[in-house]
């Protein structure tokens, strides 16, 4: 890239950040400093502002920059995570949204914790949740990594470390300082900026093919080198039976992992109601749907207009098709429209990667302080304060996500989702489901659920070609790879689903009356509610 892009993107990228730098200390400055405060933004976002947050924690690098890539690549394939992505939200809408919001507090081991032992159940949903989070950072970081070479050339390694430490130091800032009110706000900002960039690319795509859609899809098709089999199943997962397996795998993973993400169950708790909850996430549900049928355009826009060896030249994983797709529509390298309209996507894609990393830090050091912390501390002690506890484990899980990242900066953002979700489905979406709606469920199958979905998708991830034995792994040199799909979900969330099953029928604690009607009073009326 010329000297001008990078100045303009890089002035683009100063403006948020100043701008979000200086949203956070405004609410710094008028904090009440209650957990309350910190963790659920004083439960004062109406339904339209926390939809718009949900949509912002939803819509990640992994879906401006991967999604996009794998349908400029891929074609139909690619588009299958958008259909995963979308069709997911139906379980949080119908399943989810209202009993979280009236079970719990602030994370998810609260709703699991109200009819069980408290320790045990809170210690492995905390550990769940943590995990989850941090898989789901590592991805938002090599999106990171992504843009900033594309933005130097793709020569300066260096400067694509720097900017991945430099992103976790600004998620840990916006947490410490501002807690979810900052978050919220941030992602409200970001959201229109998103909306706003895809909506003018989307635009100018389809004049570029004056509004056709069959010549967008003919040509993307013809540019790809596989002619009609671009636009139809299997150029990704229909190569032999492994590669299908794991189509099933994903999708699994894709539309059961959205409801167990830590950072967006969290979002159920800034709102005052159950009911401000479900319109909450009808809201995000209409942002999130309008945004992934641009994202849509935009991937074949990108096989149409660059072709995929254009892509994978930049970025093999295709990280980087929606920025080279708006330099070429704004006129190409070197024109002024080109170099504009480049760096304003690429000032939004980073928006988006600060946004989202800041609401996934918040809810994980939320589960540290108010799971973790608060089990494992010892009685007699000076305890700290929560808030000042999760602080603390913002930085820790900031240092975690940076590490990794670093590691992991040659995989595809969305791939990398895929594997949160996977995660989360495995061992959060069973003990929730199980707590909500198994009257006999006990603290046994509590735990047994998380750790029997947590500890095989994670073992299996890592026995997968993810890590070692195939040309794209983190470990290329090596092969300790002994589990054949990449993606872990088909396996380890049935077990996830078995272990509590078996956790509970083989326990001979007697479930407490008096605290499943309680809890299920609550879940359905919202009576005793916080």
Known sequence: MTGEHQTLALLLFSVFVAVTLGITTWVSRNRRGSAEEFYAGGRLFSPMENGF????????????????????????????????????????????????????????????????????????????????????????????????????????????????????????????????????????????????????????????????????????????????????????????????????????????????????????????????????????????????????????????????????????????????????????????GGTVLFAIVAAVAFATILAVVAGITLASSASVAHDLYASLRREGGKPRSEVAVARIAAVGVGAVAIALGLLARDLNVAFLVGLAFAVAASANLPVLLYSLFWRGFTTRGAVW?????????VVLVMLSPVVSGSPDALFPDADFQFFPLQNPGLVSIPLGFLAGWLGTVTSAEVPDEAKQAETEVRALTGAGAA
């Open 53 to 336: 947050a949900i949509a912002g924690d939803y819509m990640s690098a992994a879906s401006f920059l991967g999604v996009a890539g794998l349908i400029a690549l891929f074609g139909y394939d690619g588009l299958l995570y958008v259909v995963g992505f979308l069709v997911a939200w139906l379980v949080v809408l119908f399943l989810v949204a209202e009993l979280v919001r009236n079970c719990g507090r602030f994370t998810l081991a609260d709703v699991v914790a109200a009819r069980m032992r408290e320790r045990p159940v809170r210690i492995a949903a905390g550990t769940s949740s943590v995990t989850v989070s941090v898989l789901y950072l590592v991805a938002q970081m090599v999106g990171a990594g992504s843009l900033v070479a594309l933005l130097l050339g793709g020569t300066s390694e260096a400067a694509r470390s720097w900017t991945v430490v430099g992103v976790g130091v600004l998620m840990v800032i916006y947490v410490s300082l501002g807690g979810m009110r900052a978050t919220t706000w941030i992602q409200i900002v970001k959201t229109v900026l998103l909306l706003g960039g895809s909506a003018a690319l989307t635009v100018l795509v389809l004049l570029r093919f004056h509004g056709d859609l069959d010549r967008l899809l003919l040509t993307a098709a013809e540019r790809s080198g596989h002619g009609l089999a671009f636009l139809a199943p299997g150029l990704k997962y229909g190569g032999d039976w492994t590669a299908r397996f794991d189509f099933i795998s994903l999708g699994l993973a894709l539309v059961l992992g959205t409801a167990g993400l830590p950072h967006i169950l969290s979002r159920f708790y800034t709102v005052p109601t159950a009911r401000a909850a479900r319109r909450s996430v009808v809201w995000a549900i209409g942002l999130i749907g309008g945004f992934y049928l641009m994202t849509i355009v935009l991937g074949f826009g990108a096989a149409a207009v660059l072709g995929p060896d254009a892509v994978r030249g930049s970025s093999a994983s295709g990280n980087t098709a929606v920025p080279l797709l708006a330099l070429d529509l704004g006129g190409g390298a070197g024109s002024t």
């Open 449 to 457: 659920a998380v750790y029997g979905g947590l500890i095989p998708a």
